[in-house]
């Protein structure tokens, strides 16, 4: 299996409880702090042979959806298999979880809560 993580310190956590796992990264952002435009991917390294591993896709918080719908686009980009991919969360929204779930549907998806509270309010 391959973790690819969102956020860097899950590398961390992850590789000590796997310790031969393939750790790869993704750097997707927004530019509006609204969240109103589409995620610009970054960077991306990947293992070389990810297309035929299981890929844990983490992320602490699904708001829109929008950064993990980009991220799973990249992935499908390096021909893995959308029944390959597996998302790790923590929070997640209703609208996230549903248009991920519309747009992906063989994509399995962990999560702890669904939660309408995590979209934030800027002042």
């Given at each position: 299996?391959?973790?690819?993580n969102a956020e860097w310190h899950y590398g961390r956590a992850l590789r000590e409880c796997c310790r031969s796992i393939r750790i790869g990264k993704m750097l997707i952002r927004r530019q509006d702090p609204d969240n109103k435009d589409k995620p610009k991917v970054i960077y991306v390294r990947l293992p070389p042979d990810i297309a035929e591993r299981n890929v844990?896709?983490?992320y602490p918080l699904m708001n829109t959806g929008g950064t993990i719908h980009q991220s799973?686009?990249?992935l499908l980009k390096n021909n893995v298999p959308e029944s390959n991919i597996i998302i790790c969360t923590l929070f997640v929204t209703p609208d996230a979880l549903a248009l991920l779930q519309k747009s992906f549907p063989d994509v399995s998806f962990y999560y702890g809560i669904i939660h309408c509270i995590c979209h934030c309010v800027r002042v």
């Amino acid at each position: 299996s391959s973790g690819i993580n969102a956020e860097w310190h899950y590398g961390r956590a992850l590789r000590e409880c796997c310790r031969s796992i393939r750790i790869g990264k993704m750097l997707i952002r927004r530019q509006d702090p609204d969240n109103k435009d589409k995620p610009k991917v970054i960077y991306v390294r990947l293992p070389p042979d990810i297309a035929e591993r299981n890929v844990l896709l983490m992320y602490p918080l699904m708001n829109t959806g929008g950064t993990i719908h980009q991220s799973i686009v990249e992935l499908l980009k390096n021909n893995v298999p959308e029944s390959n991919i597996i998302i790790c969360t923590l929070f997640v929204t209703p609208d996230a979880l549903a248009l991920l779930q519309k747009s992906f549907p063989d994509v399995s998806f962990y999560y702890g809560i669904i939660h309408c509270i995590c979209h934030c309010v800027r002042v």
